[in-house]
């Protein structure tokens, strides 16, 4: 027997104010929304399983220049681009993730390789992309990822805190049931080479469990490190019976305990869907099976375009 699929992705969530934006610049981000939650449906409607759903959705994120993941990554202090993805099966809680990759075209699909591909479940830097190269996937010249504007915030600077957070995001519960995140990331503006934040570990920046939830965070990183985000939502409702918006709510409370803000898009086994953030507003989309796809930007969390 087979249930609705549901499907949603984010696009980061720092910065997002109407005076950041001009409307051309609202308009391409939330098409490019729609265009990651049409890739994800088509492999829904063809009854492909959640992972490949996620997977498609934050590819398409990735290939478009105007988030923080793929093209389009912030830069290092150093001035290079070092990216970080995950995914994560709830079937059977498989795994895999990459950090500081360089010239992988799809951090997200090397994240994959890694989960159905090999024994390990995090790969990184020249050791992630060797293997990335044995598995075929794309490799591209590391400027493929440059974009004017990314450059500009390096070389004005930027802070480490306070910036746009433009990772991408995707969560899905399938037409079976099973549960699926990806998160990936360029990381933090002029963050220190080497960095790692929470995309890509698992239980902090993604995590997936047939059994409860699955969660893709965006945000602060080291916060979400630290208060091992995604699983603690997993963890509330497994030992405290808590629902999935209560879960979120109080784990987006415990990161800003800590001094910090961010977001989280959820989906639980039952099909419940929570998208929530403590910043004023969140790159965001949602699809259900037969329904329209919304996208939004803005706050507050219930708005949609
Ligand atoms: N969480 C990401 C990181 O710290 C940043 C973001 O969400 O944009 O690398």
């Known amino acids: 027997m087979t249930r609705p699929y549901t499907l949603l ?21 939330l098409e490019a929304l729609g265009t990651s939650l049409a890739a994800g449906r088509r492999v829904l ?22 988030f923080n993941a793929g093209r389009g990554s912030v830069f290092t202090r150093a001035g290079r681009i070092e990216m970080d993805a995950s995914v994560m099966n709830g079937e059977n809680l498989g ?26 479940v995090l790969l990184m830097g020249t050791g992630a992309e060797a293997f990335c190269k044995k598995q075929g996937l794309e490799k591209v010249d590391p400027k493929y990822f440059h974009t004017v504007e990314r450059k500009k ?29 990806a998160t990936s990331t360029g990381g933090i503006t002029n963050k220190q080479y080497g960095r ?21 965070c965006t945000g602060q990183g080291e916060l979400f490190l630290r208060r091992v985000a995604a699983h603690r939502v997993s963890a509330l409702m497994a030992f405290k019976q808590l629902s999935l918006a209560d879960a979120v709510a109080e784990v987006l409370e415990s990161i800003r305990d ?33 329904q329209p796809a919304r996208v939004a930007m803005f706050g507050p969390p219930g708005t949609w375009a």
């Open 196 to 216: 790692v934040g929470d995309s890509p570990i698992i239980g902090a920046g993604v995590y997936a469990d047939n059994s409860t939830c699955a969660v893709s």
């Open 45 to 66: 409607d063809s009854r492909g399983h959640a992972v490949d759903a996620v997977l498609s959705a934050v590819r398409v994120l990735e290939d478009c220049p105007l």
């Open 153 to 181: 915030e390096h070389l004005a600077g930027k802070a480490l805190k306070g910036e746009k957070y433009g990772t991408v995001g995707a969560v899905c519960i399938d037409g079976q049931g099973n549960l699926a995140a």
């Open 258 to 290: 800590l001094g910090g803000k961010g977001g989280m898009i959820a989906v639980d086994r039952t099909g419940q869907v929570c998208l929530a953030f403590t910043t004023r507003g969140m790159f965001r989309g949602l699809v259900r099976e037969h």
């Open 95 to 120: 795994a895999g993730a990459v950090a500081g990759i360089t010239c992988i075209k799809n951090p997200v699909l090397a994240a994959g390789a890694v989960m159905k591909k090999s024994a390990h």
């Open 9 to 29: 992705i984010h696009g980061g969530c720092e910065g997002i104010t109407k005076d950041h934006y001009t409307p051309e610049s609202q308009k391409a981000h």
